[in-house]
């Protein structure tokens, strides 16, 4: 369960209706150095009194997006990050509380709260411009977005043509954790759905697709994260009010042992590259690219 491309971006846009010009009123943030747990590694790095110093007493001005972090810029100059998060970012009404086990809480002015749960891991940082630049840089290299208009045929297929690593995996190609190969913001969950949809197995080496194959490729990334966009994002997820979302993808543990959409063989489930993908074994052979 993670915040990939399509979940920042419907958050991003529920965040600019909800959350612009509201004063942070107060910052409550968990010091990640009392922590013990899986997920204190890598998640909020900075000491409480960093975020109340940059954060507390400005008006959010904006929400913004790359990839898979979204940023509240603040009249301080510095904005709120949040980056690779696996958990919930959730609106509280005047009234309502945030759940206990929220590792940030922001206050507004007008008593509404914002509030962030890590469940696996997640990136939390308060950062000023500069930094802000190069945590664009450090995560996301020169990846581009999915279904943007910077994502074309040509420098799809020119990205690919210049993969040197001959053992690379379709897979990993689509959802590297950092920098991306060329696109940027696919998690496993969704390289897995764009595979299945353009029937490439996922072990398959990236120097192994044909022309074809690279093309449906590129066109399924677009279609997938252009309708998981239109759907508010997986139903996996929750939005900023705490709804699912209402994409359903058509591999996935849900549709495991169900019938194939296209063939009606049964999907299954196979682990690889530190993680479970579900392929259709009809349509996804996984032929001579092993
Ligand atoms: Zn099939």
């Known amino acids: 369960m993670a915040m990939a491309y399509p979940e920042a971006v419907c958050l991003r846009a529920q965040m600019a209706g909800a959350l612009v010009d509201k004063e942070i009123a107060s910052v409550d943030v968990l010091d990640i150095t009392e922590v013990k747990g899986s997920w204190r590694f890598g998640s909020i790095n900075q000491p409480p009194d960093v975020f109340r110093q940059r954060l507390l007493g400005g008006v959010i001005t904006g929400a913004e997006s790359v990839a898979n ?52 891991w997640g990136l939390i940082r308060a950062l000023n411009d500069q930094e802000r630049r190069e945590y664009v840089t450090k995560w996301y290299g020169r990846a581009i977005e999915p279904n943007s208009k910077e994502c074309t045929w040509g420098g799809f297929r020119d990205a690919v043509s210049e993969v040197q690593d001959a053992k690379l995996s379709v897979k990993t190609f689509l959802h590297a954790f950092e920098p991306g190969y060329y696109v940027s913001g696919i998690d496993s969950g969704y390289a897995i759905e764009i595979l299945h949809r353009a029937r490439i197995h996922p072990k398959r080496k990236l120097v192994s697709l044909s022309p074809d194959e690279q093309e449906s490729c590129y066109h399924n990334v677009n279609a997938v994260m252009e309708e998981a966009i239109s759907k508010g994002g997986r139903s996996s997820e929750v939005d900023l009010y705490g709804r699912p979302g209402g994409f359903v993808p058509r591999a996935c543990k849900d549709t495991l042992g169900h019938p194939c959409r296209e063939c009606g063989t049964a999907i299954v489930k196979l682990t690889f590259e530190c993680g479970s993908s579900y392929v259709c074994p009809r349509c996804q052979e996984q032929g001579g690219g092993e």
């Open 69 to 120: 972090s979204v940023f509240l810029p603040t009249s301080t100059g510095c904005a709120l990050v949040l980056g690779y998060l696996a958990g919930r970012v959730l609106y509280h009404p005047p009234g309502e509380t945030p759940p206990k086990r929220s590792c940030l809480r922001l206050r507004f002015a007008d008593d509404s709260q914002l509030s962030v749960t890590i469940s696996m």
